[in-house]
């Protein structure tokens, strides 16, 4: 069962995110040039904080006291890279997709090892003093207003922010959950569409097998 809890719907009516399972045995490095030359004619550096869709994410940070001009948003802090010319790291096949789709539309993307997901996946708040610990292994005891992705025993990740060490996608995975964020202010038909193309790459280029899909708001 997947849900967003009613505190969190009551607090942010129009909350709500699109989640799929998929499994792909054999990753495999696809060039991703030609996605980023499309964004790159999609965007400026100097526009982006006028886009509707940044905005909508950064509002949604400020309301939890997260300063998203400090702590970007992932799918902004990826845009802001590729539009700088930085370039996105090569972290692994599959992760370096969905972050190419993410700067695309300019809406979150968080890739699990569905293999360490226990049981229910909730939409909550964080409680007060609750531990997380983020890709990476650095520790953060949370205030209580941080809304989070979590399953029946740990946090999966902070909602359109930050993923778990524990849940990462490793060299060993075969199995994925994908998360695909939506905030007040977003169209679910413009995560729809993420989720038409970025699934379509999948299946295409790395012979991804299509498992559960749910749109959940």
Sequence with gaps: MTHIHESVREKYPGL???AFTTEIEHPR????EPIFQEIKKMYSLEKLTE??????YRK???????DPTKERVSSEAIIRRILSRKGLPKIHPVVDIYNAF???YLVPISGFNMEKITGDITVRFAEHNEKFVEIGGKKELLLGREVILSD???ILSIYAHKDSEFTKITDQTKEYMFVLYGVPG????HVENLFDEFSKF???HLDAKMEKVVLVG
Excluded: P
């Design 16 to 18: 709500f995110f699109l």
């Design 29 to 32: 490095e696809v060039d991703l």
């Design 51 to 56: 886009n509707s869709i940044i905005q909508a």
């Design 60 to 66: 949604f940070f400020w309301s939890q006291k997260i």
């Design 102 to 104: 993410s700067g695309k």
């Design 152 to 154: 029946e025993e740990k």
């Design 186 to 189: 977003i169209e679910v038909k």
């Design 202 to 204: 999948l299946v295409e």
